[in-house]
């Protein structure tokens, strides 16, 4: 049973647009999300997160945005470059056990010059 | 800094041998550790995590274990390897926020 999904497995977007990539979730009790980056061969790497307090976090070119009622999560990268090329997980934590991670299947970027 | 290390980066090992995977971390004391599996085309699954030493949760009937034996040691291990344990596999660690760290992953593929 997948708590977190991400239904689209790859994304092309162009260089300078936006790019939007989506994740929902199942459990009512998750509280707090991430965005991790991954490239080939490499592990994950933190890349944003957001409280269930907030609805928006932003940090330079990224902007997570959160939508409770509709158990729905979107990265937003703008401008998009090359560079930001890679496969983007969203996961998921509950308060109620805040060591436990739920990852999505993960979006494969592409940003094409 | 924290600094997270795998190892070996790459692995070949033919079904029925045994497995061990090593994890350490450096920078800091009492992380929570994680285990991560990636199959082929899939999202990261979680195998293992740990809060302390001896202090194991299982998250997948597998055919895989897992150890703490130090406090900043993490070890996976198999007595004998089956094809579908083939995948890219990942160590974390967590501190008291919320952000998982990742290690350079082990590429595991069973022959």
């Given at each position: ?8 497995p790859s994304l092309s977007v162009q260089e300078g647009r936006i790019s939007i990539l989506n994740c929902d979730y199942t459990n009512s009790m998750f ?83 | ?95 008291q926020g919320y952000e998982q760290y990742f290690g350079p992953g082990t ?5």
């Open positions: 049973d997948q708590q977190v999904k991400q239904n689209s509280d707090y999300f991430l965005w991790y980056k991954k490239y080939p061969a490499e592990g994950p790497t933190f890349l944003i997160s957001i409280s269930s307090i907030k609805d928006k976090n932003e940090d330079g070119r990224f902007t997570v945005f959160l939508n409770k009622s509709a158990k729905h999560l979107s990265l937003h990268i703008v401008p998009s470059q090359p560079g930001d090329s890679a496969v983007y997980f969203c996961a998921a934590s509950a308060i109620y056990n805040f060591n436990k991670f739920y990852f999505g299947s993960g979006t494969k970027l592409n940003v094409k010059p | 800094s924290q600094t997270i290390h795998q190892w070996p980066a790459t692995l070949v090992q033919p079904v029925g041998s045994p497995l061990s995977l090593e994890c350490t971390v450096e920078g800091t004391s009492n992380p929570n550790l994680y285990w991560y599996r990636q199959a082929a085309g899939r999202g990261l699954q979680l195998l293992f995590y740990s809060i302390g030493i001896d202090q194991i949760s299982s998250e997948v009937p597998q055919n895989l274990s897992a150890s703490r034996p130090q406090d900043r040691q993490f070890i996976l291990s198999s007595k004998k390897l089956l094809l579908s344990d083939s995948g890219f596999y990942l160590c974390a660690w967590g501190g590429r595991l593929t069973v022959t």
